[in-house]
């Protein structure tokens, strides 16, 4: 339309389509800020979640194996607690999708919450078991939605920073909950599962209070046409005819599987191999979470920049330091090498928090965008296959550690890395 034909357009509809135009933007500022302010909390909130969680993680393998008073028997609580990794994992997506990611988010902290007490009460090998599953429940619950409402308030070209940024703000608080367990207090066990409650409880009332959820703000109009595109799609496509998807699930199920049979019994290892008090292995751990906090931004602006196949790699190869380094300490222990083993596991904390670092962002950036209409439920799918990989590897690695040698599990691990990053150059694609 030229200028002059402005003259024969009713000034009402002129009006009316100026008024439309500072709707939008209005819409579009009020949508800024709404994410602004949902990615400024999840960041205070993974503060509070890092130094809870962190302090729960160093203590609960060696809290299990009192219990026990066995690695292979630890290892298959842990292997029973990777159910809930899988199989609640569809459901939780399908639930999201249909109701709305914070809808759902809501139930994760108080069903986390609720496993940690019953932990703190426990008596019986059963009643722990149940206490493990219970709190798993509510981890994947919350972990879900949390990452795909960090997906969801980032920037097209920029979710692998602010993913870094998210995990920048987790293991910062990391270093003070692990760092409270190096201080050796005398605290017991359970008095770590109380205050990790207590921040569940701060996590759940600013989800509550201050989150609010992105697709509150889209109007009407748009969501009945995302509905009737993602109508069309669920008839014409299913998720698994996606290639993303498939190389997606191969990759992450084989990578939890390699992980899993050396990490799912490493503390109680620490503890019964080396001998190791909780506090001297929390001293050990706060490197990773000292690594993890220095690299992670810089991670996340590498993911951004080379794409996910390159970083993941790189993951991979820092992964096999960190196995190389425990393998080694291990021998040098056997014969008698004792004083480098200290200096020796802290250094394998530092390449395996480089190796997390470059890992989350990518992983994140691919699982929450396998497919547009269906984020959170193909991610659940993911899940749960992966989920299905990680259940064996307690159990294996605790048969391993005691049946064959301590090192047995991270020679497998290596030797599984290794063909991670063949599969990684050979089939997947950014």
Known sequence: MKTNDLCHVPFKYVMKRGEKISESISSTDRSDRVRRRNLWSQ??????HGFGLSAFNVVLQPFIVNFTGSLFFTGIIISISSIMQFLPMPFIGKLADKYGLKNIWLFGPPIYAFGLIILIFTNNIPILIVGVLTYMLGAMVSSLNFQIFVSENSGENKKG?????????????????????MLDLGFSYQFY??????????????LVLIIRSPDAIIKHRELDLIKSVELKQKKATKLFQNPKIKVATIFFTLDVFVWGIALSIYNAGLTTYYHFTPAEIASIAVWFHISNMVSQIPAGRIADKIGEKKSLIISQIFGMVFFSMNILISVLWSQGITGFAFPGLIIGEIFFGIAVTTFIPSEQM????LDDSRKAESYGIVAFIRGIGMMPTGAIGGFLAENVHYIAPFAVALVGLGFEIWFLAKYFKD
Do not use: R
Not at 193 to 206: M, N
Not at 366 to 369: G, M, Q
């Open 43 to 48: 960041i205070i909130m993974n503060i509070i």
């Open 161 to 181: 920073i602010m993913y870094g940024l998210v995990f920048f703000a987790f293991f910062g608080g990391s270093i003070g909950g692990t760092s409270l367990v």
């Open 366 to 369: 691919t699982l929450t965008n």
């Open 193 to 206: 599962f109380q205050v990790f409650i207590i921040i569940l409880i701060l996590e759940w009332l600013i």
